[in-house]
């Protein structure tokens, strides 16, 4: 069984300042890796992907996360945060190939990303 | 290019009512999932397809039904409503192919069980 874990429900930055999500997974074997940003009232959209190659995934919107197999993380982050980052971030997991059944997602329980001025 | 339509909206029933969600995608993908999205437990696998005519339980899949009569469209049934089934209800498509397995949502759906 697979499980995704998110520290920090909340996560609150000044607009410039470093984003950094933190998602951490449990798998028997690596995993697929995702980051989806929900904004209000929304449904979710792809941020980045990690299935294979190169360990540091660059996505949408400025945002990055980098694959450490020996640390089972996979964070996201954003090197200065803009008052439109503000939502919802959720890091998902799937098994690597057809054994997931495509694309069974395993999501984190979700960060809520607030901007400041 | 409408991507996943989810139908309805927005929708109160009434405990013991049935309902149907619809979702619909043109992306002719062969993956179709539905989602149930809690305050603080994320997104849990309700139901999933492979292929039209296909249909297999997720993570929390007691209370519903599910059906995949044509490819583009995969449903959602509630046959008797309850309390602990309001949610946020998010159904999502992908090829489910090995180097190509993004999943797109539809804008959800908010159900109220009263």
């Known amino acids: 069984a697979q499980s995704v874990t998110q520290l920090g429900s909340h996560v609150s930055v000044s607009e410039g300042a470093l984003v950094l999500l933190r998602c951490n997974y449990s798998s028997s074997v690596p995993p697929y890796l995702f980051w989806y940003v929900q904004y209000p009232n929304q449904g979710l959209q792809l941020l980045l992907k990690y299935t294979t190659g190169a360990t540091l995934v660059k996505g949408i919107n400025g945002f990055e996360a980098e694959f450490k197999k020996s640390e089972t993380s996979f964070h996201l982050t954003k090197p200065s945060a803009h008052m439109s980052d503000a939502a919802e971030y959720f890091c998902a997991v799937t098994p690597p190939g057809l054994a997931g059944g495509g694309n069974k997602l395993t999501f984190g329980t979700g960060t809520q990303l607030k901007v400041e001025l | 290019n409408a991507g996943v339509t989810q139908t309805p909206k927005f929708r109160v029933l009434k405990t013991g009512q049935s309902m149907t969600l619809l979702c619909a995608q043109d992306m002719n993908h062969e993956y179709m999932y539905w989602y149930r999205q809690d305050p603080g437990m994320g997104l849990r696998l309700i139901h999933y397809?492979?292929?039209?005519?296909?249909?297999a339980k997720g993570e929390v899949p007691d209370g519903y039904n599910v059906s995949r009569l044509k490819k583009q469209n995969f449903l959602l049934g509630l046959e008797s409503a309850a309390p602990s089934q309001t949610s946020v209800y998010f159904c999502?498509?992908?090829?489910?192919?090995?180097?190509?397995?993004?999943?797109?949502f539809g804008q959800g759906t908010r159900l109220t069980v009263v």
């Open positions: 397809s492979v292929g039209e005519g296909t249909t």
């Open positions: 999502a498509s992908s090829y489910g192919v090995v180097m190509n397995t993004e999943a797109f």
